[in-house]
Antibody, heavy 114, light 107 residues
Protein backbone atom coordinates (compact mmCIF):
# COMPACT_ATOMS: atom_id res chain seq x y z
CA UNK A 1 0.00 0.00 0.00
CA UNK A 2 1.30 3.41 -0.97
CA UNK A 3 1.88 5.72 1.97
CA UNK A 4 3.14 9.27 2.15
CA UNK A 5 3.51 10.67 5.65
CA UNK A 6 4.43 14.31 6.13
CA UNK A 7 5.94 15.65 9.34
CA UNK A 8 7.79 18.66 10.66
CA UNK A 9 5.02 21.22 10.65
CA UNK A 10 4.34 23.55 13.54
CA UNK A 11 4.27 27.13 14.75
CA UNK A 12 7.16 29.37 13.73
CA UNK A 13 7.73 33.11 13.91
CA UNK A 14 8.00 35.24 10.78
CA UNK A 15 11.55 35.07 9.47
CA UNK A 16 12.06 31.66 10.98
CA UNK A 17 12.84 28.29 9.42
CA UNK A 18 11.26 24.87 9.32
CA UNK A 19 12.09 21.59 7.60
CA UNK A 20 9.30 19.36 6.39
CA UNK A 21 9.74 15.67 5.70
CA UNK A 22 7.71 13.20 3.70
CA UNK A 23 8.31 9.51 4.38
CA UNK A 24 7.35 7.29 1.45
CA UNK A 25 6.55 3.58 1.39
CA UNK A 26 4.76 1.07 -0.79
CA UNK A 27 6.40 2.09 -4.06
CA UNK A 28 9.89 2.42 -5.53
CA UNK A 29 10.56 5.94 -4.29
CA UNK A 30 13.85 6.35 -6.19
CA UNK A 31 12.13 6.06 -9.57
CA UNK A 32 9.49 8.75 -9.09
CA UNK A 33 9.55 12.52 -9.18
CA UNK A 34 7.98 14.20 -6.17
CA UNK A 35 6.13 17.41 -5.42
CA UNK A 36 5.05 19.70 -2.62
CA UNK A 37 1.64 21.36 -2.77
CA UNK A 38 0.17 23.66 -0.12
CA UNK A 39 -3.21 24.99 0.89
CA UNK A 40 -3.68 28.10 3.01
CA UNK A 41 -6.60 27.98 5.46
CA UNK A 42 -9.88 28.27 3.58
CA UNK A 43 -8.09 28.74 0.25
CA UNK A 44 -7.34 26.72 -2.85
CA UNK A 45 -4.44 24.47 -3.74
CA UNK A 46 -1.05 25.92 -4.71
CA UNK A 47 1.80 23.94 -6.25
CA UNK A 48 5.08 24.70 -4.44
CA UNK A 49 7.96 22.61 -5.79
CA UNK A 50 9.05 19.64 -7.91
CA UNK A 51 12.08 17.37 -7.81
CA UNK A 52 12.96 14.68 -10.31
CA UNK A 53 13.82 11.14 -9.28
CA UNK A 54 17.56 11.79 -9.40
CA UNK A 55 17.33 15.36 -8.05
CA UNK A 56 18.74 16.62 -11.35
CA UNK A 57 15.71 18.80 -12.11
CA UNK A 58 14.05 21.09 -9.59
CA UNK A 59 11.35 23.73 -9.97
CA UNK A 60 9.82 26.22 -7.55
CA UNK A 61 6.81 28.47 -7.50
CA UNK A 62 7.79 32.13 -7.72
CA UNK A 63 6.22 32.68 -4.30
CA UNK A 64 8.85 30.49 -2.59
CA UNK A 65 11.85 30.74 -4.92
CA UNK A 66 15.00 31.70 -3.06
CA UNK A 67 13.48 30.84 0.33
CA UNK A 68 12.51 27.16 0.04
CA UNK A 69 14.73 24.22 -0.94
CA UNK A 70 13.42 20.84 -2.00
CA UNK A 71 15.59 17.75 -1.64
CA UNK A 72 15.33 14.00 -1.35
CA UNK A 73 17.22 11.03 0.04
CA UNK A 74 16.45 7.98 -2.07
CA UNK A 75 18.26 5.71 0.37
CA UNK A 76 15.87 6.81 3.10
CA UNK A 77 12.76 7.01 0.88
CA UNK A 78 12.30 10.56 2.05
CA UNK A 79 11.44 13.95 0.58
CA UNK A 80 12.22 17.24 2.27
CA UNK A 81 11.29 20.90 2.10
CA UNK A 82 13.60 23.34 3.85
CA UNK A 83 11.66 26.56 4.42
CA UNK A 84 13.59 29.71 5.35
CA UNK A 85 12.59 33.35 5.80
CA UNK A 86 9.04 32.27 6.49
CA UNK A 87 6.22 34.75 6.03
CA UNK A 88 2.66 34.94 7.32
CA UNK A 89 1.43 33.97 3.84
CA UNK A 90 3.33 30.67 4.03
CA UNK A 91 0.81 29.47 6.62
CA UNK A 92 -0.78 26.40 5.05
CA UNK A 93 -1.17 22.67 5.08
CA UNK A 94 1.73 21.22 3.08
CA UNK A 95 1.19 18.02 1.12
CA UNK A 96 3.70 15.81 -0.65
CA UNK A 97 2.43 14.14 -3.81
CA UNK A 98 3.69 11.85 -6.57
CA UNK A 99 2.58 9.69 -9.45
CA UNK A 100 1.42 12.58 -11.54
CA UNK A 101 -0.31 13.91 -8.41
CA UNK A 102 -2.27 10.70 -8.07
CA UNK A 103 -1.04 10.01 -4.57
CA UNK A 104 -1.02 12.49 -1.71
CA UNK A 105 -0.03 12.46 1.92
CA UNK A 106 -2.35 13.64 4.68
CA UNK A 107 -0.54 16.96 5.02
CA UNK A 108 1.28 18.81 7.77
CA UNK A 109 0.24 22.25 9.04
CA UNK A 110 2.72 25.11 9.08
CA UNK A 111 1.67 28.22 10.97
CA UNK A 112 3.76 31.37 10.67
CA UNK A 113 2.79 33.83 13.35
CA UNK A 114 4.30 36.01 16.03
CA UNK B 1 2.58 30.71 -16.69
CA UNK B 2 -0.60 28.87 -17.65
CA UNK B 3 -3.71 30.22 -15.93
CA UNK B 4 -6.56 27.85 -15.16
CA UNK B 5 -9.98 29.48 -14.95
CA UNK B 6 -12.52 27.25 -13.26
CA UNK B 7 -16.26 27.84 -13.17
CA UNK B 8 -18.54 28.09 -11.39
CA UNK B 9 -16.89 28.87 -8.05
CA UNK B 10 -19.81 27.24 -6.28
CA UNK B 11 -23.06 25.55 -7.09
CA UNK B 12 -26.07 24.15 -5.27
CA UNK B 13 -27.51 20.89 -6.51
CA UNK B 14 -29.77 18.09 -5.40
CA UNK B 15 -29.07 14.40 -5.12
CA UNK B 16 -29.58 12.88 -8.56
CA UNK B 17 -28.74 16.07 -10.46
CA UNK B 18 -26.29 16.18 -13.33
CA UNK B 19 -23.42 18.55 -12.50
CA UNK B 20 -20.88 20.08 -14.86
CA UNK B 21 -17.71 21.98 -13.90
CA UNK B 22 -15.48 23.67 -16.45
CA UNK B 23 -11.80 24.61 -16.56
CA UNK B 24 -10.30 26.81 -19.22
CA UNK B 25 -6.55 27.01 -19.78
CA UNK B 26 -4.92 30.24 -20.93
CA UNK B 27 -3.01 28.27 -23.56
CA UNK B 28 -3.22 24.80 -25.00
CA UNK B 29 -2.26 21.99 -22.64
CA UNK B 30 -3.16 18.98 -24.85
CA UNK B 31 -4.90 16.59 -22.43
CA UNK B 32 -2.55 17.23 -19.50
CA UNK B 33 -5.26 17.86 -16.95
CA UNK B 34 -6.52 16.18 -13.80
CA UNK B 35 -9.62 16.63 -11.69
CA UNK B 36 -9.57 16.37 -7.91
CA UNK B 37 -12.15 16.09 -5.17
CA UNK B 38 -11.39 17.46 -1.73
CA UNK B 39 -13.48 17.03 1.38
CA UNK B 40 -13.06 19.18 4.46
CA UNK B 41 -9.84 18.42 6.31
CA UNK B 42 -8.74 15.77 3.84
CA UNK B 43 -6.12 15.56 1.11
CA UNK B 44 -7.25 15.96 -2.49
CA UNK B 45 -8.25 12.76 -4.26
CA UNK B 46 -7.69 12.40 -7.98
CA UNK B 47 -10.82 11.47 -9.95
CA UNK B 48 -9.69 11.93 -13.53
CA UNK B 49 -6.27 12.01 -15.18
CA UNK B 50 -5.23 12.81 -18.75
CA UNK B 51 -8.45 14.82 -19.05
CA UNK B 52 -10.76 11.83 -19.51
CA UNK B 53 -9.29 8.73 -17.86
CA UNK B 54 -11.10 7.55 -14.75
CA UNK B 55 -8.87 6.89 -11.76
CA UNK B 56 -9.09 3.32 -10.51
CA UNK B 57 -11.76 2.93 -7.85
CA UNK B 58 -13.62 6.12 -8.75
CA UNK B 59 -17.34 5.65 -9.51
CA UNK B 60 -18.32 5.76 -13.17
CA UNK B 61 -20.73 8.66 -12.58
CA UNK B 62 -17.63 10.86 -12.79
CA UNK B 63 -16.34 11.64 -16.27
CA UNK B 64 -13.98 14.13 -17.85
CA UNK B 65 -13.72 15.52 -21.34
CA UNK B 66 -11.87 18.12 -23.32
CA UNK B 67 -8.52 18.86 -24.87
CA UNK B 68 -6.46 21.93 -25.60
CA UNK B 69 -7.97 24.74 -23.57
CA UNK B 70 -11.48 23.62 -22.56
CA UNK B 71 -12.15 20.85 -20.07
CA UNK B 72 -15.21 19.55 -18.29
CA UNK B 73 -15.87 17.38 -15.25
CA UNK B 74 -19.34 15.84 -15.20
CA UNK B 75 -21.08 14.05 -12.37
CA UNK B 76 -23.95 12.24 -14.03
CA UNK B 77 -26.08 11.71 -10.91
CA UNK B 78 -24.96 13.55 -7.80
CA UNK B 79 -24.73 11.41 -4.68
CA UNK B 80 -24.62 12.57 -1.03
CA UNK B 81 -20.92 11.70 -0.77
CA UNK B 82 -20.11 13.94 -3.74
CA UNK B 83 -20.66 17.18 -1.86
CA UNK B 84 -17.13 18.55 -1.77
CA UNK B 85 -14.80 21.01 -3.49
CA UNK B 86 -13.44 20.13 -6.91
CA UNK B 87 -10.22 21.38 -8.52
CA UNK B 88 -8.58 21.02 -11.91
CA UNK B 89 -4.78 20.85 -12.24
CA UNK B 90 -2.74 21.35 -15.38
CA UNK B 91 0.36 19.15 -15.52
CA UNK B 92 1.55 20.30 -18.91
CA UNK B 93 4.24 22.71 -17.77
CA UNK B 94 5.81 24.34 -14.74
CA UNK B 95 4.68 26.07 -12.67
CA UNK B 96 1.80 23.66 -12.24
CA UNK B 97 -1.45 25.54 -11.73
CA UNK B 98 -4.77 24.66 -10.18
CA UNK B 99 -8.19 26.06 -10.90
CA UNK B 100 -9.71 28.16 -8.13
CA UNK B 101 -12.05 25.37 -7.05
CA UNK B 102 -15.78 24.65 -7.25
CA UNK B 103 -17.68 24.03 -4.05
CA UNK B 104 -20.62 21.70 -4.61
CA UNK B 105 -23.27 22.21 -1.95
CA UNK B 106 -26.59 20.63 -1.13
CA UNK B 107 -29.65 22.46 -2.43
Amino acid sequence: EVQLVESGGGLVQPGGSLRLSCAASGFTFSTYSMNWVRQAPGKGLEWVSYISSSSSTIYYADSVKGRFTISRDNAKNSLYLQMNSLRDEDTAVYYCAYGGYGYWGQGTLVTVSS
Amino acid sequence: DIQMTQSPSSLSASVGDRVTITCRASQGIRNDLGWYQQKLGKAPKRLIYAASSLQSGVPSRFSGSGSGTEFTLTISSLQPEDFATYYCLQNNSYPRTFGQGTKVEIK
